[in-house]
């Protein structure tokens, strides 16, 4: 998105998956240059290929840890988002499975920039599915959703890129698998013989940080306090569709925020609607009063 400007998303990423240590490096040179990724010598600075480059700067802005924008002489920027400040200070090289779990959320909340992975956890249905036909099915939304033709050699490589993602680091066998991806550690995808398996979140794998979180992100974005069970596991953007969870783990889970020492959520169980009540706090406030926590607990 640049200024405002909304639009279905497509192979952007060059056909990489975002590596290890590549967030830490796009948010350190944007610090010192806005407009990093239009200098000619950049990728030379960064240690990285042309067209690796164009896939970072696709990426920093996807996950939504730094913005797109012009500026004042009309040239595109880019700003680091306080989500991007806050990963960058507690964990530039995503460590936490709440920093993964928090980037795969923002990834995939809205239809745009990362189109895909909007389109596979919050529309498709299908748990266990051929690359194949995955592909297909991407294709007929696609069609469905737009009014201009998309290159299909676009769409493939776009769910190639969507499993690297998650897989890239999951096999100690396949040489081409040495960098891994930032977000495999969520354990989401898995693939075996051409066949995709859409994995059932754990609690454990996600954090309850990054759960907690993407309520908060949900609350602010739509101004409720309140919120029902059936929307966290049914509404698109929410724990049921991003995080593939399932109702018992959804409820699971509010119990555990019950017990928060500070921002704990109230969670009212009734026959007919059972209900969350949100605390009176940002999304990036509450993370970063964990990530502080949590740092301070590892010294």
């Not at 995503?94 to 779990?101: D, G, H, I, R």
């Not at 939304?141 to 299909?152: D, F, G, L, M, P």
Request: with cysteine; charged share 25%; net charge neutral.
């Amino acid at each position: 998105m640049v200024g405002g400007e909304c639009e279905l998303a497509y192979g952007q990423h060059q056909s990489f998956y975002l590596r290890d240590r590549w967030l830490s490096k796009g948010l350190k040179h944007l610090m010192e240059d806005e407009r990093f990724f239009y200098n000619k010598d950049s990728f030379e600075l960064i240690g990285l290929g042309k067209n690796m480059l164009q896939s970072l700067r696709f990426w920093v802005v996807a996950t939504r840890t730094v913005v797109e924008k012009f500026n004042n002489q009309q040239k595109k920027v880019h700003y680091i988002t306080p989500l991007g400040n806050i990963i960058y200070k507690f964990d530039r090289f995503v460590q936490f499975y709440e920093t993964a779990s928090i980037l795969h959320y923002e990834l995939t909340k809205e239809k745009e920039p990362a189109t895909a992975w909007y389109w596979f956890f919050n529309i498709l249905r299908q748990d266990l599915i051929s690359k194949d036909e995955l592909l297909q099915l991407f294709i007929q939304w696609v069609n469905r959703e737009e009014n201009k033709e998309i290159s299909t050699k676009s769409l493939k490589r776009d769910i190639e890129c969507l499993v690297k993602l998650y897989t890239a680091g999951q096999s100690t066998f396949d040489p081409e698998e040495v960098i891994q991806s930032s977000l495999y550690k969520i354990g989401l995808l898995e693939e075996k013989n051409g066949i995709i398996y859409k994995k059932t979140g754990e609690i454990e794998k996600i954090g309850l940080t990054a759960l907690m979180y993407s309520l908060l992100d949900y609350k602010d974005k739509k101004g409720l306090e309140t919120i029902s069970v059936d929307e966290i596991v049914n509404e698109e953007g929410l724990w049921g569709k991003v995080f593939n969870m399932n109702r018992a783990s959804v409820v699971n889970a509010l119990e555990m925020l019950t017990n928060h020492t500070v921002y704990k959520l109230s969670f009212t169980r009734t026959n007919n609607l059972d209900t969350v009540k949100l605390p009176s706090i940002s999304a990036i406030d509450y993370l970063e009063y964990e990530y502080k926590r949590k740092v301070e607990a590892l010294v």
